[in-house]
């Protein structure tokens, strides 16, 4: 595909401005060095819409736009679960987790497993995440993002992953996560406006410049079996999103351990200013995933009447985009590129702060505050590099890099939900127990994957989910050492949230609900 002069100049201009407005608001007062709470915790001062921005621009990345996109291609949108169903998630997130957190004043997940339970279950924990975001998220991003480039531009995977990996340390390494937070609100505002235009072009193209109503008509009449949102178990995809488990089953593992135990997504809460002002930040990322699949879903299955002859349906979104116009072209390009850079930056950010703070800070105590945040920067930076290095061998075999990364971590999310939901409100559960039931995850999950391949894999997760919470209220009760002595004391919290939040807690539930009604 040819990109024109102007819209080479337009990608240009937006490379140029977020890397000024980055360093521009990560600049300190004279005398004043950045330390550990001013790089990673952006000196705990985050506003609400920061906080929500950046919790979006963290998770709509590649991953999320391409191989969704892909996924909407190949099975339509009942892949919007992941979606709708995450909105509500959050919510659970921001009343009952969030104020745990917080009160614990902690940089890290690995951090708060140390005070409920010991360091060994950081470490191990610790250990596990650096691996899992520089071998599956780190790499996904790039990879996926460097095929869109490709695609769109001609540039060789390579070098897109260096340009990628090279634009999101020139705007997020100096600063840390305030210069990613701050300036998540201009990705989000360029990936929902570029989504959108991207998405009505689409319809109108289909419906033959009569609008976007009369393309959407065109698609839901031509493609019916698209707009399933609950499949049945003769639906080639029945595997991938296996009926009613979406709503009662192991999604909700997922989402619960990707929403409210996931570094590089709680991390820009726990840089709140307040408990409030971080449930505000909730409520309003919430309102954007609701919105998140007319932006990366509805492209994908436009794409089935537009462009359906893809060798991989990982091209979907890429090439819509050649069908758009000079100049909106070079925005939209901005905008997935804006969207691939931010997560970039927040995963490079969590990576740096768990090997900082919970590896290297304990193995080298009483180091000075800029020493740390000089090792998160080198972290930000082999990170990178160890994951373009790994992202082909890794990902390039794969035809839905959205789909193979669910169920990557789906062999771990049941132990790592049962770790944390049992260590936040059961006081009994010891650090034997919490340990056994994250590492049992793994086991449990490949015994199923190898003697019932036939199981879909959500349907695992949620079993697994539930054998992991037994074998840990086992071993807690056979240790018969009653209240664990690092237990949450949960008569300390205040669980309490504001009429505002509890007014879009029900409106998003309303809202969620009369989307599964409409295209059950």
């Not at 300390?492 to 539930?509: H, P, R, Y």
Request: proline fraction near 3%.
């Amino acid at each position: 595909m040819k990109i024109e002069t102007l819209d080479i100049a337009l990608f240009a201009f937006y490379v140029i401005a977020l890397i000024g407005i980055a360093w521009w608001v990560s600049r300190e007062e004279k005398g004043h060095e950045k330390d550990t709470n001013d790089y990673f915790l952006a000196g705990s001062s985050l506003p609400w819409w920061a906080i929500g921005a950046s919790l979006i621009a963290a998770n709509i990345s590649a991953e999320q736009i391409i191989g969704m996109s892909g996924s909407g291609y190949m099975v339509g949108l009942a892949i919007a679960s992941y979606e709708w169903m995450a909105a509500i998630t959050l919510i659970i997130v921001g009343k009952y987790f969030l104020p745990i957190f917080l009160k614990r004043k902690i940089y890290t997940m690995p951090q708060f497993l140390e005070q409920r339970y010991d360091h060994r279950v950081r470490m191990v924990m610790a250990v596990f995440w650096l691996g899992v975001y520089v071998f599956v998220n780190l790499t996904a991003v790039l990879w996926l993002g460097a095929l869109a480039i490709n695609t769109i531009a001609g540039v060789d995977l390579m070098y897109g992953m260096v340009f990628l990996g090279i634009f999101s340390l020139a705007y997020s390494l100096y600063g840390g996560l305030k210069a990613v937070a701050m300036t998540d609100i201009i990705q989000v505002v360029l990936l929902v406006a570029g989504g959108l235009f991207l998405s009505y072009t689409a319809l109108n193209l289909i419906g033959d410049g009569n609008g976007i109503l009369a393309g959407f008509a065109t698609v839901t009449s031509e493609l019916p079996e698209k707009f399933d949102m609950i499949l049945s178990p003769d639906n080639p995809h029945y595997m991938d999103l296996p009926g009613l488990s979406v709503l009662i089953g192991g999604m909700w593992i997922m989402n619960l351990s990707y929403w409210g135990f996931n570094q590089y997504i709680i991390q820009r809460t726990l840089a709140a200013k307040s408990v409030h002002e971080a449930q505000k930040g909730i409520v309003f990322a919430a309102f954007l995933k609701v919105l998140m699949p007319l932006i990366v879903v509805l492209p994908g299955i436009a794409a089935v009447l537009l462009v359906p002859d893809l060798e991989k349906a990982d091209q979907a979104y890429p090439s819509l985009m050649t069908l758009m116009p000079v100049g909106l072209k070079g925005i939209i390009f901005a905008a997935l590129v804006a969207a691939i850079v931010s997560s970039l930056a927040s995963m490079t950010n969590s990576v740096s702060t768990i090997f900082t703070m919970d590896i290297y800070k304990d193995r080298n105590p009483g180091k000075t505050q800029q020493h740390y945040v000089k090792v998160g920067r080198i972290v930000s930076l082999l990170a990178l590099l160890i994951a373009m290095v790994a992202a082909k061998p890794l990902l390039g075999q794969f035809d839905q890099a959205f789909q193979y990364i669910q169920e990557f971590t789906g062999f771990f999310t049941p132990g790592i939900v049962a770790l944390f939901a049992l260590g936040m409100f059961w006081k009994k559960t010891t650090a034997n127990a919490g340990l056994v039931a994250a590492v049992g995850s793994a086991v449990f999950s490949l015994a199923f994957k190898l003697l019932l391949p036939e199981l879909p894999f959500m349907d695992r997760v949620g079993i697994v989910f539930l054998l992991c919470v037994a074998l840990a209220v086992v071993i807690s009760t056979f240790e018969g050492k009653g209240d664990h002595p690092h237990a949450v004391e949960l008569r300390d919290i205040e669980f309490k949230t504001t009429s505002g939040f509890n007014a879009a807690s029900v409106a998003l539930i309303i809202v969620v609900a009369v989307f599964y009604i409409t295209w059950w």
